[in-house]
């Protein structure tokens, strides 16, 4: 026998070997990762037995209930806020007596109101009070008019915010809104030109 042949026998047999140990192994590894899965499936079987099936089907009784409600809070629909803040942005000397709000499907809102005005004055100083709350959209003053008894009336239309129409938690106001509450106080800008064919009435 030559010396290449023994050592062709030698990597041969070390071959071997290292597969046999090879296989071994993993045939080990594997009856050891089945008799876990056996423990962890009777753990998981003994946890399912303890379980209260009765509290289960309550908690999800109950969860239901509060997504239901959460639903319904989010769809109501409340014009308090909108008619809190109208209350604040009112000028002293500006009435409003008609109003229309309008909700669209998707909860959108608009609003049309009708109002009187002391002078061009007030109502200019109202238009800029109104424009400068967000929660107006679009905000347009038309149908300016000279009143029989002097005041001006006027129609407004604006889009609302949705946070004017939408249910939401109070907020507690603070120390200083509480013990002082800001009283509008008209401040009357340089007046507007008159429509063509009108006298501004003196008050």
């Known amino acids: 026998m030559q010396p290449g042949d023994n050592i062709f026998l030698l990597i041969s047999i070390l071959v071997l070997g290292v597969s046999v140990v090879t296989a071994g192994a993993v045939f080990g590894y594997q009856k050891y990762l089945e008799s876990v899965i056996d423990v962890k499936t009777a753990a998981l079987d003994q946890a399912r037995n303890k379980i209260d099936r009765q509290k289960v ?9 509060f997504d239901s409600g959460k639903k319904l809070l989010d769809n109501h629909i409340t014009s308090s806020r909108f008619f809190t803040l109208l209350e604040s942005v009112t000028l002293q000397n500006v009435m409003f007596d008609d109003l229309s709000l309008t909700i669209a499907d998707d909860r959108t809102a608009s609003v049309s109101l009708s109002g009187v005005a002391r002078t061009f004055n007030t109502l200019a100083a109202q238009s800029n ?11 347009i003053f038309s149908d300016i008019r000279i009143n029989t008894n002097g005041t001006v009336g006027f129609t407004l239309t604006a889009d609302l915010d949705a946070s004017l129409i939408k249910m939401a938690v109070p907020q507690a106001a603070t120390t200083t809104e509480a013990a002082a509450p800001a009283a509008p106080v008209e401040t009357p800008p340089a007046a507007p030109v008159a429509p063509a064919g009108t006298t501004t009435p003196r008050l």
Do not use: G, W
């Open 57 to 65: 089907e309550d908690f999800i009784r109950l969860q239901q209930r």
């Open 129 to 139: 009070e109104i424009a400068s709350k967000r929660e107006f959209k679009r905000s």
